[in-house]
């Protein structure tokens, strides 16, 4: 009886750190997927973006991640190379 029960309870946290292991891998997966296709897009996007700055430097440099209006001159932001 008490060997079942010790059988019983290895079964158990065999299965437990198998759902586990499924859960983590899956998360991995998961996390790897998203990473991978938010990774590419950010890719393309820093590539086509870049930085901006205003074109009158205002700001001595001070460059932007998102197109938008100079705060100082409210210039349209430029692209810098
Ligand atoms: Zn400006």
Redesign the pocket.
């Known amino acids: 009886m008490s060997v079942s029960l010790v059988l019983l309870i290895i079964n158990d946290m065999s299965r437990i750190r198998i759902s586990s292991f499924i859960l983590a891998a899956t998360l991995s997966i998961a996390s790897f997927t998203s990473c991978n296709g938010g990774d590419r897009h950010e890719h393309s996007d820093t590539e086509v973006a870049g930085a901006y700055s205003?074109p009158?430097d205002?700001?001595d440099g001070k460059t932007y991640s998102e197109a938008d209006t100079?705060p100082?001159?409210?210039?349209d932001l430029t692209v810098v190379e």
Do not use: K, T
């Open positions: 205003c009158m205002c700001e100079c100082v001159c409210g210039m």
